[in-house]
């Protein structure tokens, strides 16, 4: 019987490649997915990867050459005379990385991306595994170092945060960064005070050209930032910054220079204003202290352009707020995961913030739905997969309209706690009182309304009635309704222009609860609506 080691080297070559060639998938033009790592024989990471991390260059999105490399020594041989095959180059950390030792010159002079990750989560590793780990890491980074020149991304996440190496080495004479765009030094179980590292031979400072997308441990950017205040000037311009894990330190009541202790917010918000990213990602952030928010003048200004919160602490929310510039409007604002309380008298926001579009993302309680909606002014309100989104957080809207003032468009997606009789009556409310206020006050600026309402998901259905009651009032509100999984699926809108004939599920003509008193708007009002969405507040929004 003839083996497959009997097949002569220059069959088995063209057979290797066209299997490689079968393996090109284009449509992944980000980093590739966990089916991919399985399909590739690797363990996939126990973490998703930051959704900002894309390849804008991807051009074969598959982990083929892995899986041959993985086989004998042969077919590494093979896999390794394939350069393009080795532009993104995948460790992980649970496995010995020595039979890929020479990986980084397999991809000759091409670009290359390195990933560490583990696909073991170990929330108390041992003291053998964190030296192992960290071994791991450091050989990796050997092999690599001589090519670090092509390097335009660094992703390492580690178990322990003893494992990652000094980040100030990035911003090095030590190492030539002239490709480098994106690094994540990101950890499972980080330091949440600020740690010592060995900083001994990266002087002087300079700043990665390439540099545009940065992620740290606080614990890093923190020490790294004390210890080398000019580190932030050779911070390039960035359009993501992501901040992960620490918990900041009170400031010192005696401090006589007035400058910003170790660990503090106040150092925290100086570093970032300086850096002033595009976007920035806050993750698993609080304060040490939880005291009276102290009337103390902000000396610099917070004015991110878009910024996530994920995960974060009342406290540790009121104060940032504070520190924001209300005169800016901030693009888009995404607080997830969080459980904020509601702020007391002495720790209250003394501004709103203004914002274009506020999203919540996986609030589950009232409490927290409302402390938030009541910290900022938003144009676009997103909320996605709330259990907190419930009908007694849109009543506290409904009775506070003081709360959102310039909301114009609701985005719904993934909640179930809410009915649709109480949103519309937020909807109705908000538009009546919209109306009188323009007519009692024609002088004074136009009080916007709810013009554009989305929903889609697992939410709840509409009635008969309420279909006809959104359809009667297409004239001020823009409505689009899918409900449903991805097999029981109902969509409603009530603009025939934009829905093919059959969609509404409803006859005009058969409207069984509600009347034209039902309607929320006079034909004056409607007018006076029209009017003004014809100009600062178009009604057709896509």
């Known amino acids: ?134 071994k791991r890491v450091q050989k990796i980074l050997a092999s690599l170092s001589p090519h670090f020149r092509r390097c335009k991304s660094l992703i390492i996440y580690t178990t322990s945060s003893s494992s990652l190496p000094p980040p100030g080495q990035y911003f090095s004479t030590t190492l030539e960064s002239t490709a480098l765009a994106f690094l994540s030094l990101e950890t499972d179980i980080p330091e949440k005070q600020v740690p010592c590292f060995d900083y001994l031979g990266i002087l002087p400072l300079v700043a990665p050209p390439a540099l545009t997308q940065l992620s740290l441990t606080g614990a890093a950017i923190m020490d790294l930032s004390w210890e080398f205040p000019q580190w932030v000037n050779c911070v390039p311009k960035l359009t993501f910054l992501k901040v992960t894990t ?10 006589v220079d007035g400058k910003p202790g170790k660990g503090t917010l106040e150092l925290f918000i100086s570093i970032i204003c300086r850096i002033d990213p595009d976007h920035i990602h806050i993750l698993n952030v609080s304060l040490s ?31 940032l707020v504070n520190w924001m510039n209300c005169e800016e409007t901030i693009s888009m604002i995404r607080i997830s995961n969080s459980n904020i309380s509601q702020q007391q008298p002495t720790t209250g926001i003394r501004v709103l913030i203004p914002g274009k579009f506020l999203e919540l993302e996986n609030i589950t309680t009232c409490e927290s739905v409302c402390s938030i909606l009541g910290a900022f002014h938003s144009i676009t309100l997103k909320v996605t997969n709330c259990a907190g989104f419930d009908d007694a957080a849109i009543e506290w809207l409904t009775s506070n309209p003081d709360t959102l003032p310039g909301l114009w468009e609701l985005q719904i997606s993934d909640c179930v706690n809410f009915s649709t009789q109480v949103l519309r009556l937020l909807v109705k409310t908000r538009a009546i009182a919209s109306s009188k206020h323009d007519r009692a006050n024609p002088t004074l600026p136009q009080l916007p309304y709810i013009g554009n309402l989305s929903i889609w998901g ?26 449903g999984d991805r097999y029981n699926r109902e969509y409603f809108t009530n603009d025939r222009d934009s829905c093919p004939m059959g969609l509404f599920g409803f006859d005009d003509s058969d409207s069984d609860s509600d009347s034209d008193e039902e309607i929320f708007l006079s034909e004056e009002g409607r007018e006076s609506c029209g009017e003004r969405n014809g100009g600062n507040l178009p009604l057709n929004v896509d």
């Open 1 to 134: 019987m003839v083996s497959i080691a009997d097949i002569p080297n220059e069959i088995l070559h063209k057979i290797l490649k066209e299997a490689l060639v079968a393996s090109f998938n284009p449509e992944i033009t980000d980093f590739p997915p966990p089916w991919v790592f399985v399909d590739a024989g690797l363990a996939p990471p126990h973490r998703p990867l930051s959704e900002s991390y894309v390849y804008p260059d991807s051009i074969i999105g598959t982990l083929f050459a892995f899986k041959v490399a993985r086989v004998p020594s042969l077919w590494r041989d093979i896999a390794s005379t394939w350069p393009y095959a080795w532009d993104h180059v995948v460790f992980d950390l649970q496995e010995d990385p020595t039979p890929f030792d020479e990986v980084f010159t397999w991809s000759g002079d091409r670009p290359i991306r390195v990933y560490m990750f583990n696909s073991i989560f170990h929330p108390q590793p041992t003291v053998e595994m964190e030296l192992l780990e960290a």
């Open 246 to 255: 620490f918990s900041f330190s009170e400031a010192d009541p005696e401090s």
């Open 289 to 319: 202290y939880d005291t009276p928010l102290k009337d103390t003048p902000q000396t610099r200004p917070f004015s991110p352009n878009s910024i996530h919160l994920n995960n974060v602490s009342s406290p540790f929310l009121y104060v």
């Open 458 to 483: 697992n939410c709840p259905a509409l009635s008969q009635g309420e279909k006809v009651w959104y359809k009667r009032n297409v004239e001020t509100l823009q409505v689009s309704w899918i409900s």
